[in-house]
């Protein structure tokens, strides 16, 4: 008879089967992750300048030397300079939401990687859900910004997702493989390890849905197959690739024991310290 630990490691993809060696590290909730996990906020159009820092300041106060995730939060711009000066010194990594693939010119309301680097970032999200479906954002631009960032040598958070009627319609799969085609298009090795790539399903954000930790697992596996294919399968196994869709301290556990669920990119739940914290310290949840 096999036993059942044997059949699930037979029963895994290969990319992940086969992949060992210095990549590999110890072991996080969920199996044996290749990546440390990531914990980043995005907290949109939400929270003035003396309330970012107030939230800088007591998330700073909060997490520990101990604290296995790597956190990132993403203020709006007007508070990116403000909670750079109140991290400086910790191991928070700060974020922008969007920039401009320019880098200066006649662009009003847009931000620059250098303006970005210059404020404290060290991550920019691009091709967010919002900015694809409200601003009109297409495959094509988003490359042209992941190139920006990867030039400004900011570490890009790469959001890709399926809304609920390309779902209905099963057409999760070519539409994630068209956002990864077109979005990476002419990137080499190296590109792709700088980068983090999150799935957010379009239908989950902000709604209070999210998708079950099984449906999440099936399309982070399809894009860490993906990028083996391509890529090779150690370059795949060292991507961090977040979830983003309605995260929250109660159902942050289950999200994270997926073998391809490296972390996940939350938006109303990192709007309030204890929250996000909760988030951050996933593994001290009860029962876990």
């Not at 409200?134 to 400004?152: H, I, P, Q, S």
Request: with cysteine; glycine share 10%.
């Amino acid at each position: 008879m096999i036993h059942p630990s044997q059949r699930d490691k037979e029963n895994e993809p290969a990319y992940r089967r086969e992949a060992s060696g210095p990549m590999c590290r110890p072991p996080f909730l969920g199996g044996n992750k290749m990546v440390r996990p990531v914990i980043a906020g995005n907290w949109k159009m939400n929270k003035t300048v003396a309330e970012s820092v107030d939230f800088a300041k007591g998330l700073r106060d909060a997490l520990t030397a101990a604290t296995v995730p790597e956190v990132i939060i993403a203020p709006p711009f007007t508070s990116l300079g403000a909670v750079a000066e109140v991290l400086r010194g910790s191991s928070i990594r700060l974020a922008a939401q969007n920039l401009h693939e320019a880098p200066k010119g006649a662009f009003t309301g847009e931000i620059s990687a250098g303006m970005l680097s210059g404020a404290g970032c060290t991550h920019v999200i691009i091709g967010h859900s919002e900015r694809r479906t409200l601003f009109g954002e297409t495959d094509a631009r988003v490359n042209l910004k992941l190139r920006t960032a990867l030039a400004a040598t900011l570490t890009p958070i790469f959001c890709i997702g399926e809304t609920l009627q390309e779902r209905e319609e099963n057409r999760m799969k070519p539409v994630i493989e068209r956002q990864l085609k077109e979005g990476l298009n002419n990137f080499s090795a190296d590109d792709i390890s700088r980068l983090l790539i999150a799935y957010e399903p379009v239908w989950a954000i902000g709604t209070g849905k999210t998708a079950a930790p099984a449906q999440a697992e099936e399309v982070h596996g399809l894009i860490r197959g993906w990028i083996a294919d391509r890529y090779g399968k150690e370059r795949a196994a060292g991507i961090a690739i977040l979830y983003g869709g309605s995260v929250t301290p109660k159902n942050v556990v289950d999200l994270m024991r997926q073998p391809d669920i490296d972390g996940a990119l939350v938006g109303g739940a990192s709007l309030e310290v204890a929250s996000f914290v909760q988030l951050v310290e996933y593994q001290n949840i009860q029962g876990v």
